[in-house]
């Protein structure tokens, strides 16, 4: 059994459980761990992130004109010595309909169209869409851990949930909350957030809600920026991407 408190195990169970490797009961382990462990959500949304990036550098593959031949040859089936060895005189047994093999081909040709007519439609449809989801890893400019994770879904919440401890706020500052989407003047700022504790709002009120929206922390005064935007150092920053 995986040991989801030891980080190494923890990140090397979050690859498999991406991939779909895993055992039964380490499959339900991790399932019932991702709702309520932020460090756990992380680690498979980084390896989910990994692997998409590899899937784009393969070519698409087409079968080749030998693939139905060695099915035939796989099963048994070798056409060539089946005429040389029939009579000239007999006539070669009729195949019923349903086991004939152009009937299968055009099957899985009508399968793999509606799977490609299916996918364009998904990929078509705009970022904005109702209920699409997007998240946004939080790391540090300084050394590139983690501390927060935004999830948002459009025409829902987001929430702002915190994966790491960080270092205590100074007395008399505070950690405010931003978001800027591509192509804004400025980032708008959506309120004061509190260490180690989570945020939630409905996403009505962000600005803009799709793939590339920034988010970022900063330190501010006790009270928040005075002049509308970001005064302080940046603590945490990261960008949306569609799930």
């Given at each position: 059994m995986i040991d989801l408190n030891d980080p190494a195990e923890r990140d090397a169970a979050a690859g498999e459980y991406v991939l779909g490797t895993l055992?039964?009961?380490?499959?339900?382990?991790?399932?019932?761990?991702?709702?309520?462990?932020?460090?756990?959500r992380v680690a498979v949304y980084a390896w989910q992130d990994r692997l998409l990036a590899l899937t784009a550098q393969a070519e698409p593959a087409l079968p080749g004109a030998s693939l139905w031949p060695r099915i035939e040859r796989s099963l048994g089936?070798?056409?060539?010595?089946?005429?040389?060895?029939?009579?000239?005189?007999?006539?070669?047994?009729?195949?019923?309909?349903?086991?004939g093999l152009r009937l299968w081909q055009g099957v899985s040709a009508l399968a793999l169209a509606a799977s490609l007519f299916l996918a364009v439609?998904?990929?078509?449809?705009?970022?904005?869409?109702?209920g699409a989801r997007y998240l946004a890893v939080l790391q540090s400019p300084e050394n590139q851990s983690t501390g927060w994770i935004v999830e948002l879904q459009a025409g829902g919440q987001l929430r702002l949930v915190p994966v790491?401890?960080?270092a205590p706020v100074p007395p008399g500052r505070a950690l405010q909350f931003w978001t800027k989407p591509e192509g804004a003047a400025g980032p708008t700022s959506l309120g004061l957030v509190r260490a180690g504790q989570t945020m939630q709002m409905p996403a009505s009120q962000l600005p803009g809600v799709g793939v590339?929206?920034?988010f970022e922390i900063t330190l501010e005064p006790e009270g928040?920026?005075?002049?509308?935007?970001?005064?302080g150092p940046i603590l945490y920053v990261g960008r949306t991407v569609a799930l």
């Open positions: 055992g039964a009961d380490d499959q339900v382990a991790v399932d019932a761990s991702l709702a309520h462990d932020g460090a756990l089936f070798d056409a060539a010595a089946a005429v040389g060895r029939a009579p000239a005189a007999v006539a070669a047994p009729r195949v019923p309909w349903w086991q439609l998904l990929l078509a449809r705009p970022p904005e869409a109702e790491a401890t960080g590339q929206v920034l928040g920026s005075t002049i509308g935007r970001p005064t």
